[in-house]
């Protein structure tokens, strides 16, 4: 079971990182039509950075969620103990 203490930090930690996420669009999006007009790049280069700033988005959920799943195998100390105290309940 996870402790109540870890799971607000964790809780805090999903929604700074979705509040920093939101704000970034929030900064982006509105100024994106003007950039190609005030430094004369092709709507074509707004596009490529909008897309690169969602593939960036995606591929950091997905290593995040990779090493999450890395850290909660068997080389972790914590789940470690939880197998060895459990075997040693049987």
Known sequence: MIEAKTARRGLALVFTTLL????????????????PASSRASSAACRS????????????ALLSAIH???????????????????????
């Open 49 to 60: 950075l909008s897309s690169r700033m969602l593939l960036s988005q995606n591929c950091a």
């Open 20 to 35: 920093l996420d939101i704000t970034g669009i929030g900064i982006i999006m509105p100024v994106l039509p003007a950039y």
């Open 68 to 90: 999450q799943a890395r850290s909660a195998s068997a080389g972790s100390p914590r789940f470690s103990r939880m197998r060895l105290t459990k075997r040693r309940n049987r």
